[in-house]
């Protein structure tokens, strides 16, 4: 009975994957859980987030983006500055290290899709294109989770393979 229980809880994580942990690949680069935040009807602008992962031995750089889900995309930053929290386009775009792995997530970098054609809208798949200064362009699909949530689910927890891992200040002390 155990063997059968095992192998069920197994069939469950292999099925729950793929929802968790899509990644791309291009080249050296790979484009690691892309997602989005469903917006309110009245935004007109949304946040992309992601991790790159430089592989190769040379440097890159994400220069920018695109999307139909907007009428333009760019790359930002935000960051704290005397207390406020102030967000800004990265005309040179987002450098990706040779070895290093950058992650766009919310509150510091991230893709910016401004004048929204539509609500982003739960469990939607938002396609975006992400162009690098070396390794050429690729298609992703970003997953929309819930109005502000934090992390690629709408519960904060993070997918990683075949484990799930709870943020540091979710953790029981």
């Given amino acids: 009975m155990r063997l059968v229980t095992k192998l069920f809880a197994a069939a469950l994580v292999i099925a729950a994957t793929p929802a968790f942990a899509h990644g791309y690949k291009l080249g050296n680069l790979e484009i690691g859980h892309p997602w989005t935040r469903a917006t309110p009807p009245s935004a007109t602008a949304g946040g992309g987030f992601l991790k790159i992962t430089n592989n190769g031995d040379e440097d890159d750089r994400l220069v920018s983006a695109s999307s139909p889900i907007a009428a333009r995309v760019e790359l930002h930053t935000m960051d704290m500055s005397d ?3 102030k967000m800004r386009p990265l005309e040179d ?3 990706v290290p040779a070895g ?5 997530k919310p509150g510091s970098l991230h893709v910016m899709f401004i004048d929204l054609t539509a609500p982003i809208e739960e469990g939607e798949s938002v396609p975006a294109t992400l162009n690098f200064e070396k390794a ?3 298609d992703v699909e970003m997953s929309a989770t819930a109005v502000g949530a934090p992390g690629p689910d709408a519960n904060g927890m993070k ?3 075949h484990s799930m891992e709870m943020p540091e200040n979710d953790k029981a002390q």
């Fill in 100 to 104: 290093a792995t950058v992650e766009l």
């Fill in 83 to 85: 207390g406020v929290m």
């Fill in 136 to 138: 050429g362009s690729v």
């Fill in 93 to 95: 775009g987002i450098p």
């Fill in 159 to 161: 997918m990683d393979g």
